[in-house]
């Protein structure tokens, strides 16, 4: 989760929003958006597309954890193999 949060509040310092101007952009309450940022709670992935709208980067630079989406809500579980290679190419 701390990813999430960390890349969630870079990025909406860097387009210099409060919170609560992005709540108004992206359609999502501040609040949430305040639980996300201390890493508490996590974005769906309908949630995720607003959010990276709003702030101008891709759904995958903030990346969702799965056990953080919400309910009723699929997200894939990450392939071990691909999560072993990329672990590999970083520690080689």
């Known amino acids: 989760m701390e990813v ?8 909406r310092h860097a387009k ?8 108004k952009r992206s359609g999502i309450e501040q609040s949430h958006i305040s639980h996300v940022e201390r890493g508490s709670r996590g974005l ?12 101008g980067v891709t ?10 989406t ?3 809500t699929t997200v ?12 590999s190419c970083v520690t080689s």
């Open 16 to 23: 210099g929003l409060t919170q609560q101007e992005l709540a």
């Open 70 to 72: 919400g309910p009723g």
């Open 76 to 87: 894939p579980s990450p392939n071990p193999r691909a999560i072993r290679a990329r672990l």
């Open 44 to 55: 769906s992935p309908e949630l995720l597309r607003k959010a990276a709208d709003a702030l």
């Open 4 to 11: 999430v949060s960390n890349r969630f509040r870079a990025a």
């Open 59 to 68: 759904m995958e630079y903030l990346p969702v954890p799965t056990w953080a």
